[in-house]
C-alpha cells in the first residue's frame, strides 16, 4: 500500500513564526502535491513537485513556499505564518504518468492554528 | 479556469437506504477525468470512484456508482444500502488528461448515515 505521512498532526504556531511541514512518501512517485482545506471551500492546490527541485505554484501560492530536494519529501513553508493560514493542509503524491487517470494517495493532514 | 460545484453542503440517509450526491462542473475541455474522493473523521481521504469523460458507460464500484451526463457537465454519486462507514465528508474533483496533473475539487457534502 501507498503510505504518505505528514510530520504532525496539530501544530499551533504564534503570528510571524516560519512553520516547517513535512511529507513523505514511500511508493517512489514523481508527483507530490500540497492542498489546503477550509470548510465550505473543498481542497484548494498550493503548489505541487513534478520531479526533485521542480515545483509549479497552484491557485492559491501566496504566502507559501515547497522544497523538494528528495524524490519522498516535499516540504511545505509559511515564511511568516499569518492567522489566516490557520487551516488543515494536506499532502498528496501520484506516480506521475501522463494521460492517465491515475490516483492521488493522501497524507493523513496536518491542522495548523496560528495565533 | 475550470470549477466544481457541489450544491449540497450536508446530506443524511438511513442505514441501507440510497442516497446521491450531487457534483457540476464547469470546463471547455473535451476530454478529462472525474473523481469522487472519501474523508472520514479523522481518516485519510480515499479515492472511491473515477470516470473518464470520453467513456459513455457509467462507472460502478461495489455500492457506488455514479451518473455522468457530459452534456450537462454532471457528475453525480450514488451509494447503495448505505452503511455506518460511508459516514464522510465526499469530495467531487475534475483533472484534465494532459499537462499538470492537480485536482480541482468541489466543496465538499458531509454525509451522516443514521442508524
Known amino acids: 500500500d501507498v503510505k504518505v505521512t505528514q510530520s504532525s498532526r496539530y501544530l499551533v504556531k504564534r503570528t510571524g513564526e516560519k512553520v516547517f511541514l513535512e511529507c513523505v512518501q514511500d511508493m517512489d512517485h514523481e508527483n507530490m502535491f500540497w492542498y489546503r482545506q477550509d470548510p465550505g471551500l473543498g481542497l484548494r492546490l498550493i503548489y505541487f513537485?513534478?520531479?526533485?527541485?521542480?515545483?509549479e505554484k497552484g491557485d492559491i501560492p501566496e504566502g507559501y513556499s515547497v522544497s523538494r530536494e528528495k524524490k519522498e519529501r516535499f516540504s511545505l513553508i509559511l515564511e511568516s505564518a499569518s492567522t489566516n493560514q490557520t487551516s488543515m493542509y494536506l499532502c498528496?503524491?501520484?506516480?506521475?504518468?501522463?494521460?492517465?487517470?491515475?490516483?492521488?494517495?493522501f497524507g493523513p493532514g496536518t491542522r495548523l492554528l496560528v495565533l | 479556469a475550470q470549477t466544481v460545484t457541489q450544491s449540497q453542503p450536508e446530506m443524511s440517509v438511513q442505514e441501507a437506504e440510497t442516497v446521491t450526491l450531487s457534483c457540476t462542473y464547469d470546463?471547455?475541455?473535451?476530454?478529462?477525468?472525474l473523481f469522487w474522493y472519501k474523508q472520514p473523521p479523522s481518516r485519510q481521504m480515499i479515492l472511491v470512484i473515477r470516470q473518464e469523460a470520453y467513456k459513455q458507460q457509467n462507472a460502478t464500484e461495489n455500492r457506488f456508482s455514479v451518473n455522468f451526463q457530459k452534456a450537462a457537465k454532471s457528475f453525480s454519486l450514488k451509494i447503495s444500502d448505505s452503511q455506518l462507514g460511508d459516514a464522510a465528508m465526499y469530495f467531487c474533483?475534475?483533472?484534465?488528461?494532459?499537462?499538470?496533473?492537480?485536482?480541482?475539487f468541489g466543496q465538499g457534502t458531509r454525509l451522516t448515515i443514521n442508524p
Open positions: 474533483a475534475y483533472r484534465v488528461i494532459q499537462g499538470a496533473q492537480k485536482l480541482v
Open positions: 498528496a503524491s501520484s506516480l506521475g504518468r501522463a494521460g492517465t487517470q491515475e490516483t492521488q494517495y
Open positions: 513537485s513534478y520531479d526533485v527541485k521542480m515545483k
Open positions: 470546463t471547455s475541455e473535451s476530454d478529462y477525468y
